[in-house]
Structure formats: structure tokens, C-alpha cells
Nanobody
Framework: VQLQASGGGLVQPGDSLRLSCAAS????????MAWFRQAPGKERKLVAD????????NYADSVKGRFTISRDNAKNTVSLQMNSLKPEDTAVYYC?????????WGQGTQVTVSS
């Protein structure tokens, strides 16, 4: 499974940004898809994940109400809509495909929230 994330950038506090991740290889609709992030000097943390069908989603408390994860199984893509961004959202964001016993990681995309 190969994952290609895009959409990162430099934005101001309160702005919105949409991350996308395109997957190739494997059976996309069988994977839980997730977004993790890693801020400088900190460990990677789960931001949000979504079930294979898209029915179930899960969010870190720090992003609930501001971020929305979605997927399009016809296009093998997963997205993360990020609204009301805060400086503490600054991190490298990773797209992850979660299978039984193994996680596939994309290369990461930088999100910087700064005035």
C-alpha cells in the first residue's frame, strides 16, 4: 500500500485547510484510515480515524468539533478538513492505512499555523 498525502501549508490562526491522501495498492475499503500528527519534539499522536465503510469516525479531544475526516472508497482517498486552526495544530500530518497487524504510513505533509 502506497500513500501520498497533500494539502499542507502555512496558514493563519482561524483559517481552514484540507489534507488529502491518495492510496494505491491493496484493498482500500478494508482499511481503517487514520491521520496522525507529530509536532516538533513530541511523539506522534492520532488525530482522527475512519472505518472502512466510512460509517464510524473517531477524533482526538483536541480536534473534536474542528476537524472532519472523510473517505471516498471509489477514489481510494481519505481527507481531513481542518477548520479553526490553532498554532498548536502545527505538526507534520501523516496518512495511515491500518490493517490487521500492520500500519502503512505515508510520507507526511507539514501544516504550520502562525500569524
Amino acid at each position: 500500500v502506497q500513500l501520498q498525502a497533500s494539502g499542507g501549508g502555512l496558514v493563519q490562526p482561524g483559517d481552514s485547510l484540507r489534507l488529502s491522501c491518495a492510496a494505491s495498492g491493496g484493498t482500500f475499503n478494508t482499511y481503517i484510515m487514520a491521520w496522525f500528527r507529530q509536532a516538533p519534539g513530541k511523539e506522534r499522536k492520532l488525530v482522527a480515524d475512519i472505518s472502512g465503510s466510512g460509517t464510524f469516525t473517531n477524533y482526538a479531544d483536541s480536534v473534536k468539533g474542528r476537524f472532519t475526516i472523510s473517505r471516498d472508497n471509489a477514489k481510494n482517498t481519505v481527507s481531513l478538513q481542518m477548520n479553526s486552526l490553532k498554532p498548536e495544530d502545527t505538526a507534520v500530518y501523516y496518512c495511515v492505512a491500518r490493517t490487521l497487524g500492520y500500519d502503512y504510513w505515508g510520507q507526511g505533509t507539514q501544516v504550520t499555523v502562525s500569524s
